[in-house]
């Protein structure tokens, strides 16, 4: 995982509620066996006028010019701006490995389905929730100023707009850490081996059943 | 201190509890499928790690298997699609060299990973359940710990047999009183997410409660937690009864003998106390619950099959207004209609939401000795699993099926979310069993109708959303 601890960049609008992992990274996609290869097809639908298939060529695809991260004036946006419920649905981690692939560091929104924030902190894309009245101020700043963007320290957990303001925002301390160190959550878990087969050996006294071999 | 069903769950399953609030909770059982876990395994094998407990392990082929006969009869190896092939063809591979039992496509085991586990008692009361699949919440109706995880988790539990959590809050849904004729668990789901929201349950454990979810079968119970996830919750519960027990007995994984005795004692503990305090309450009316329908696009957009569709004046803000328009545009349809006045172009009757025997028995019930509509151009009737397939044949409800101009499938997800070929056209409407109406879920520029078998039945015969429970009672008058 690629560390998190700075970024400063700019600032892309993603203005809809409950935008959910299947409009992030559409079912034809998740045929992939490899992890990474999603960004080009991130918001397929919106992104493009036809129906995109793994193989096509997407450079050679209709974009649809009304859909924002295709204006000049988002091009390499590594923030997104968002709404409720950003990564609702499904659990296909394809999703934070698109926002990823795109060239995406955080999404801010005012609340994040469960599933794909914890997917996201694995993949080194930061969800930062701040509340509804702070995102409708950076929605209505990123739309009155073009290169609108925004720095966030993650050490400190702080966000600085570009007119000085700071906002603090929260995240957990044991993400954080593993954010900040790019470290491996495996890695991390199994230092803790003992611990596991301890209470597996007690698991397995007082349900012996669950440890029966599955033999079809 | 009295516990609720959670917290019992939690504490039975806890290795670690961390100063940060993290903590350690080990998984009993780890079901896999193709989509989510090739670039877990892969992960493995480029860290060099291998399996923890292999055991603890079943896979199974689901998502994107083609589902006509003619095109699964001559194996994985045949199938048309390379694309897909290749990761059929993955998770075979991946389960060779990691030493992981998978029920192969054509076994008559195999089926949607929600519906398998339980029929074979992979999933028991009382296990920790993960899957790389937001509907694992399906399996809480065994009275477990059941949720969906991603990628990146399905290798830590493969690696460790553990799970990085934080424990959640705790939310009773209470369903009182006892629902009507033609009402089904899917109504319950549906009314539950149009009362609270897609976020409303997010952060929370929902566990169902009252007399209505008690008198509820176990597929029924699951249809019901397999869309807590719609919810916003990462799982839905239900507390163990003679119904669970009745319906565990026997099955190829459960315990025999002894151990069932002794998992029974555990598995009946498996309640929350009187008096355990639940961080959120709500309780609904379950007489009042009638037959219900999405109209929009997010499974919150949802009215009884009596109602309309709503007005952008009666939205309380500017964003739901948005929303609205947003929806009805994408949906076709107009403010104010009424939802009678919907008319579907496909029927889709599957997923792991609604794709059991006794799902499979409502439609037929309804559809037997009647046609599908003139205007329904395509019905797809797809069983969650083999055994459900041979189950029902053995009653005969392929042949009420078939007679009514609907295709009889291989078991698979299907139509749920389009993998496969079987999908929407853009701008077809459809009503679907199954459990998402996003945008483009069942096919790009695809409209999604969420009811319950019985509803889409219904639609079915009816070329338009009707009350199934008028349909009965009339049924039921004739009869008189
Ligand atoms: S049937 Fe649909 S929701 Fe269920 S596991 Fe398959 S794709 Fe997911």
């Known amino acids: 995982m690629k560390p998190f601890t700075q970024h400063d960049g700019l600032v892309a609008p993603m203005d809809r509620a409950n935008v959910d992992t299947d409009l992030m990274i559409p079912k034809q996609f998740l045929k992939s066996i490899k992890r990474s290869g999603f960004g080009p097809n991130l918001f397929d639908e919106l992104r493009y006028l036809d129906e995109g298939e793994p193989d096509t060529d997407n450079s050679q695809r209709p974009l649809n010019p009304e859909f924002a991260l295709n204006s000049a004036r988002y091009t390499g946006a590594s923030i997104l701006l968002a709404r409720e419920n950003f990564g609702c649905g499904s659990s296909r981690e394809h999703a934070a490995w698109a926002m990823e692939d795109y060239g995406f560091r955080a999404v801010i929104a005012p609340s994040f389905a469960d599933i794909f924030c914890s997917n996201a902190l694995k993949n080194g894309l930061l969800p930062i929730v701040l509340s509804a009245a702070q995102v409708e101020a950076l929605f209505a700043a990123l739309y009155a100023e073009e290169g609108f963007r925004l720095s966030i320290d993650l050490q400190a957990c702080i966000i600085t707009l570009p007119n000085g303001e700071q906002w603090p925002f929260e995240v957990d301390a044991f993400r954080r850490d593993c954010l900040l160190s790019g470290l491996d959550d495996i890695g991390i878990t199994l230092e803790r081996s003992e611990a596991i087969r301890t209470f597996e050996r007690r698991h397995q006294q007082r349900f012996p059943w669950l440890f029966e071999d599955i033999v079809l | 201190m009295a516990k609720t069903l959670y917290d019992k769950l939690w504490d039975a399953h806890l290795v670690e509890q961390r100063e940060d609030g993290t903590a350690l909770i080990y998984i009993d059982r780890h079901l896999l499928h193709e989509v989510t876990s090739p670039q877990a395994f892969e992960g493995l094998s480029l860290a060099n790690r291998g399996v923890w407990r292999r055991s603890a392990n079943l896979a199974v082929p689901d998502h994107n298997v083609s589902t006509l006969k003619s095109e699964r009869d001559a194996g994985l190896s045949a199938l048309p699609d390379p694309v897909s092939r290749l990761q059929l063809q993955t998770l075979d591979d991946n389960c060779d060299v990691f030493d992981v039992v998978e029920i192969p496509l054509n076994d008559e085991r195999q089926g949607i990973v929600h519906v398998m586990g339980p029929e074979q008692g992979a999933v028991l009361p009382g296990m920790t359940i993960v899957c790389g699949d937001s509907h694992t919440s399906t399996h809480g109706a065994a009275g477990a710990l059941a949720h969906g995880i991603g990628t990146s988790e399905v290798e830590h539990v493969l690696a460790t047999q553990c799970l990085i959590q934080r424990k959640m ?65 990462r799982c839905g519960l239900v507390a163990v009864d003679d119904v669970t027990l009745d319906y565990f007995r026997g ?53 009884s099959v009596q109602g309309h569709v709503p007005r952008l004046a009666d939205m309380p803000d500017e964003t739901a207004r948005i929303g609205l328009s947003r929806a009805l545009d994408y949906m076709g349809l107009e403010e104010g209609m009424a939802i009678s006045d919907i008319q579907p172009d496909v029927v889709f009757i599957g997923s792991c939401t609604n794709s059991r025997i006794e799902d499979l028995r409502s439609a037929a019930a309804i559809l037997d000795g009647h046609r599908i509509a003139p205007n329904i151009r395509k019905a797809l009737v797809v069983p969650g699993s083999g055994l459900v397939k041979a189950q029902a044949e053995a009653e005969g409800l392929d042949r009420i099926f078939l007679e009514a101009g609907m295709e009889w499938r291989e078991p698979g997800c299907s139509m749920c979310l389009a993998m496969n070929a079987d999908r929407l056209m853009p701008g077809e409407r459809c009503a679907s069993t199954s459990n998402r109406n996003f945008e483009g879920r069942q096919g790009s520029g695809g409209r999604t109708h969420l009811v319950s078998p019985a509803m889409a039945a219904a639609a079915a015969v009816a070329g338009r959303f009707v009350s199934v429970s008028d349909v009965m009672k009339e049924a039921g008058g004739a009869d008189r």
């Open chain 2, 251 to 303: 099955k190829p994984f459960a315990p025999k003998g002894a151990q069932w005795d002794a998992a029974e004692l555990w598995w009946r503990t498996l309640h929350s106390d009187d008096g355990a305090v639940f961080d959120r309450n709500i309780v609904i009316d379950g007489d009042s619950i009638e037959p219900h329908v999405t109209w929009g696009t997010s499974p919150e957009m949802v009215a």
């Open chain 2, 169 to 233: 809050q705790n939310f009773q849904v209470e369903v009182s009183g006892q629902l009507g004729l033609g009402v089904t668990a899917k109504d319950i789901a549906l009314a539950v997410i149009g009362e609270i929201g897609t976020a409303g349950g997010t952060g929370y454990a929902l566990e169902f409660t009252g007399s209505a979810i008690e008198s509820l079968t176990m597929e029924g119970r699951m249809t019901l937690c397999n869309m807590a996830i719609e919810a916003g919750a």
